[in-house]
């Protein structure tokens, strides 16, 4: 079955970078979606097509792409923004979406 | 506003099949690009996407569980209705139904941009 690979964790000081990466093979031909999910909450849309922002989302979260991997960057990482990030797409046909294993963003 | 609210039993028992519900409003499964997918929840676990119906009746499933799934829509009453069969207590999740647009159409092309509260499921004897 079609896997996207993120990483468990990643952990950031407040104000710094953070990046969150996502790995699959049919990214250079499928778009990747971008969730944030707070606990008890359903998933929030951060990111769609790879790079484009929602309206009503903040400036720092963005959204890019390289060959097999994309990648969630938040500028300026505030407390507020500790939670699961999931990247989403589909397989080389679009036909099956997927979900990522999610990264679980800790605010130091 | 687009919102979705998922309705269904809180506990099941091994075997039975499961019915969920996906009241929507804001938008119309009769319009051209517009879906509605169902997407769980293991509790502590990652999101895994179940099933897709679109506008025009065309059903998508994921693979692993296409033998299991059936997903309907009813137009005239805005909602979309999954089944699953024989269930497991490995399914015991939070089942979230969301709004999808197809890749050309829309404000967020291709993303479950609206999602319902979730509904918690448990399989259990």
């Known amino acids: 079955s079609y896997e996207l690979t993120q990483p468990p964790s990643v952990s950031v000081s407040p104000g710094q970078t953070a990046r969150i990466t996502c790995s699959a093979d049919a990214l250079p031909k499928q778009y990747a979606y971008w969730y944030q999910q707070k606990p008890g909450q359903a998933p929030v849309l951060v990111i769609y097509?790879?790079?484009e922002r929602p309206s009503g989302i903040p400036e720092r979260f963005s959204g890019s792409s390289s060959g097999t991997t994309v990648t969630l960057t938040i500028s300026g990482v505030q407390a507020e923004d500790e939670a699961d990030y999931y990247c989403q797409s589909a397989d080389s046909s679009g036909t099956y979406k997927v979900f990522g294993g999610g990264t679980k963003l800790t605010v130091l | 506003q687009i919102t979705l609210k998922e309705s269904g039993p809180t506990l099941v028992k091994p075997t039975q099949t499961l019915t969920l519900t996906c009241t929507f409003s804001g938008f119309s499964l009769s319009t051209s690009g517009v879906g509605v997918g169902w997407i769980r929840q293991p509790p502590g676990k990652a999101l895994e996407w179940l099933a897709l119906?679109?506008?025009?009746?065309?059903?998508r499933y994921s693979p692993s569980l296409k033998s299991r799934l059936t997903i309907t829509k009813d137009t005239s009453k805005n909602q979309v209705v999954l089944t699953m069969t024989n269930m497991d207590p490995v399914d015991t999740a939070t089942y979230y139904c969301a709004h999808r647009m197809t890749g050309g159409s829309g404000s967020y092309p291709g993303a479950f941009d609206i999602w319902g509260q979730g509904t918690m499921v448990t399989v259990s004897s």
């Open positions: 119906i679109y506008w025009d009746d065309d059903k």
């Open positions: 097509k790879d790079s």
